[in-house]
């Protein structure tokens, strides 16, 4: 007797960025009552538009049955498919050979995030500047800032289940996706899957490795996915965008 639903929480803008979240509402007497809870959420400059704000957006949900599994796309600050803000960008999937999540050390650069004027300057910077870091992930579900070139550990900073970077001296207190994180990712989209056994509490993220270098985006489809129970498989629907050549492709994305 349980529904699970869920949508974008889409403030006061009709744009597909700016700050979007997303909100699951759950009924345990099919439909007569509800709960809800904002599953995604970073909440950067307040629940409203703004177009240097990180992106939630099509979250799409499936269940075996006693487990729910949702996926949903995920923007850094200011990046997204379309409206304001900088287009999700191509030349990266964001993962290193390992599926290990790419970082930049902003550290030196003069061309800053949401600057009026500097949109292209800073759209450059943040494509040809080379991501000499990655994340490493600790038994404990909390991650380490290491070096590409040889492994070493980045002192100084901590990095949670949920992203949230934070600084030993307390100066940083803040997300990865977010504007003021002081180690960027790749700015392209990423496919952010939770689970969650009530559909009111969720788990941490992972961080789903399916975008190729040559898209400018690789989407979830929104909506419902399948469960095949003859082969245990998770099943939704997704879609490639190449800006370039202005094309787009249907695919499945699939979980054993």
């Known amino acids: 007797g349980t529904v699970v639903a869920m949508a974008d929480a889409r403030w006061n803008t009709w744009a597909d960025c700016g700050g979007l979240d997303t909100i699951v509402s759950v009924s345990k007497d099919n439909g007569k009552t509800w709960n809800y809870t904002y599953a995604n959420y970073l909440g950067d400059n307040g629940d409203a538009y703004n177009p240097w704000s990180t992106t939630f957006i099509a979250p799409a949900i499936a269940t075996d049955g006693e487990k729910l599994y949702m996926i949903a796309d995920l923007f850094p600050a200011g990046f997204s498919t379309m409206a304001h803000g900088y287009p999700s960008q191509s030349g ?12 930049r050390d902003l550290v030196g650069d003069t061309h800053r995030h949401g600057n009026v004027g500097e949109k292209d300057a800073y759209l450059h910077m943040a494509t040809s500047r080379s991501y000499e870091f990655y994340l490493d992930a600790n038994s404990d579900g909390s991650y ?17 289940a949920m992203l949230n970077i934070r600084s030993a001296d ?19 989209n990423y496919l952010y899957l939770t689970t969650s056994a009530d559909g009111l509490s969720w788990s941490a993220p992972r961080l789903i490795p399916a975008k190729k270098a040559d898209e400018s985006a690789f989407l979830i489809g929104p909506g419902s996915g399948t469960y095949d129970a003859a082969r245990g498989n998770l ?15 249907t695919c499945l994305l699939w979980m054993d």
């Open 92 to 103: 990266s999937g964001g993962f290193d050979s390992d599926g290990r999540l790419m970082l």
């Open 144 to 160: 380490t800032i290491r070096r590409a070139s040889d492994g070493s550990a980045v002192d100084g900073y901590g990095v949670d």
């Open 170 to 188: 307390g100066s940083v207190n803040t997300h990865l996706f977010k504007a003021d994180s002081p180690y960027q990712v790749y700015p392209t």
């Open 235 to 249: 099943i939704f629907t997704a879609y490639s965008y190449n800006r370039s050549y202005e094309s787009q492709k």
